[in-house]
């Protein structure tokens, strides 16, 4: 197949989100009501977290992570979260449906990378709304971080690339990951707890890993690193943009090494697991 | 008198038998569920290490973590995951006609299915709830509380799970109107996780805001059981939440009968 013309990415990719979001304007209210619901959670979500802020001055004890500085950290959560959710949650779910009804043939048929196939076609732009919320809760916390008297903070544009390839690196991880378990349904025959296993994971990245770094919470802290790496996704983004004083820290530059090693890790399995899953599969029905 | 026992005994023994054939799946399922508290105590052992005195409002460590798992047991009353949207696909792909010509309640057979299938799932997720509150045992500092306080507690289960079946049925059966209750059940949902107490304690919610939890049903699905454990509600005030949920109950149990009349009247049910 070597000579055969390489399929146009780019091209499929661009006509995927034309697709959907003709497909999203043709429910157009329904469209609303999905930002306006997605939107109402990130509000209830930060109340909580005010709520904490009300009661105490930061999380966890010289962990430095005050209420700007966390602020920073949730909107990181949510960029990487909306990303995956607007790209890669609706085709994962899909993808279960496929092999149950026997439907993976014809993507398989299909002269372009299955993986690519499967990961992308679907694309949820009402994710945007939640997007430019956080948008917005990452300026202002980021400005409010830079404006205070004591010890402002100062940025630099290597910051702001390192964040933003530390972002794409996250968002990797967790792909990898939802791909992992997506194409376990392929030996499962139907995998409906996908979305549930997938929130217990994950709802470990949302804080920040210093409060699992003592007592029984080390193991878990371990596992969640450096086995399945959900805890360095977004820690190591949020570190760097709100914490550039333990950017010197050996601790965090052994993160940040790490996360680029996670990131490759990750999907070099994943991409393993898929295309092994593939050779199981044996079509339903017909 | 007697036959109609004997169709609801069946119909009870029935949904038994359906609800235990995924035994499997349940147990885990129940074991994986303490897992997004287990992140929740963490946050809370780190917030309240940083407060001088170690804790808010009258929760310490040990509170907080003893209030999570309790809230675990009134969710496990509480909670009717599918009901309100399966009454909506019923009247909207028309299932539901099949109790309008049977001479059995449409309601009282879901809340007999529900029943069977709550038993089932305390029959199955005892073994994984003691063993998670025997190893937690130590949180709950002030042991046992006083048998009346208890027998108190059993009665609010009790009325969660008659309360939330009730609250859900009468959000389904807006279904009658409305087709699709999707974003409707969205909003109950982001509500209940956020105003029933199941994401945190609702005493610590400063003024405004603690009235309009007051006033809403929703803590008596999470908050209300797990405090009357903990003794954080006692004497008279805990009488008085008693009476307040069963107000509650008998306001849902006739908006719910009320919305079934009228629905029944305005559908229509085309084909076989």
């Not at chain 1, 499929?12 to 999905?34: G, H, P, Y």
């Not at chain 1, 802290?221 to 949020?238: D, G, M």
């Amino acid at each position: 197949m070597t000579t055969a013309k390489r399929a146009p990415y780019l091209q499929v990719f661009k006509t995927f989100l034309r697709n959907s979001l003709v497909r999203e304007m043709t429910f157009r209210s329904n469209f609303v009501i999905q930002c306006i619901s997605s939107l109402s959670w990130t509000v209830m979500n930060l109340g909580f977290y005010l709520l904490i802020f009300s009661h105490a001055d930061q999380i966890g004890p010289d962990t430095g992570w005050g209420k700007y500085e966390f602020f920073v950290f949730l909107s990181t959560t949510m960029f990487i979260n909306t990303f995956v959710q607007a790209f890669f949650m609706p085709n994962a779910q899909e993808f279960s449906e496929l092999i149950r009804r026997g439907n993976l043939d014809f993507a398989l048929l299909k002269p372009i990378d299955t993986q690519f196939l499967i990961s992308l076609s679907k694309v949820e732009w009402s994710a945007c709304a939640n997007f430019m919320a956080a948008g917005v809760l990452f300026i202002f916390s980021v400005w409010q971080l830079m404006a205070r008297p004591e010890n402002p903070l100062s940025l630099s544009w290597f910051a702001i690339v390192l964040y933003l390839f530390y972002l794409a690196c996250g968002v990797v991880i967790l792909y990898s990951l939802m791909i992992s378990l997506a194409a376990t349904s392929i030996w499962l025959g139907r995998n409906q707890s996908l979305y549930n296993f997938w929130f217990y994971i994950t709802n470990f990245a949302r804080y920040p890993m210093e409060i699992y770094q003592q007592g029984w919470g080390l193991p878990l802290w371990f596992l969640f690193t450096f086995i399945v790496p959900v805890l360095v996704v977004v820690n190591v983004p949020a570190r760097l943009m709100a914490q550039p004083v333990a950017e010197t820290s050996p601790s965090t530059t052994f993160l940040a090494v790490f996360a680029v090693v996670a990131t490759v890790g990750s999907f070099v399995a994943s991409r393993w697991i898929f295309t092994r899953a593939l050779l199981s599969y044996r079509s339903a029905s017909s | 008198m007697y036959a109609r026992a004997a169709t609801w005994w069946t119909i009870l023994r029935i949904s038994i038998e359906e609800r235990l054939v995924y035994r499997g799946d349940f147990a885990l399922g129940t074991l994986m569920r303490f897992l997004p508290i287990v992140t929740q105590i963490f946050l809370w052992q780190a917030i309240l290490a940083t407060i001088a005195d170690g804790d808010v409002k009258g929760y310490a460590h040990g509170d907080m973590v003893a209030y999570y798992l309790l809230t675990m047991i009134s969710r496990a009353f509480s909670s009717m995951p599918g009901l309100a949207s399966g009454i909506a696909l019923q009247v909207r792909e028309g299932e539901i006609k099949k109790f309008l010509v049977q001479p059995i309640d449409f309601i009282g057979f879901l809340l007999l299915s529900r029943i069977a299938h709550k038993l089932v799932y305390y029959l199955i997720s005892a073994g994984p709830f003691a063993f998670v509150f025997f190893l937690c045992r130590g949180f709950f500092i002030n042991g046992w509380p006083e048998p009346e306080v208890f027998l108190c507690y059993v009665l609010s289960l009790i009325m969660g799970f008659v309360l939330g079946f009730f609250l859900e049925a009468t959000l389904g059966l807006i279904g009658f109107w409305w087709l699709e209750v999707s974003s409707l059940l969205f909003v109950y949902m982001l509500f209940n996780f956020f105003l029933s107490g199941h994401m945190f304690p609702l005493d610590l919610l400063p003024e405004p805001w603690s009235l309009l939890v007051d006033l809403l049903p929703l803590k008596y699905l999470a908050y209300f059981p797990a405090s009357v454990f903990l003794g954080k509600v006692e004497g008279v005030e805990l009488i008085r939440g008693l009476w307040i949920e069963l107000a509650w109950i008998v306001f849902f149990i006739v908006a719910a009968r009320f919305l079934f009349w009228r629905g029944v009247r305005r559908y229509s049910g085309f084909g076989g």
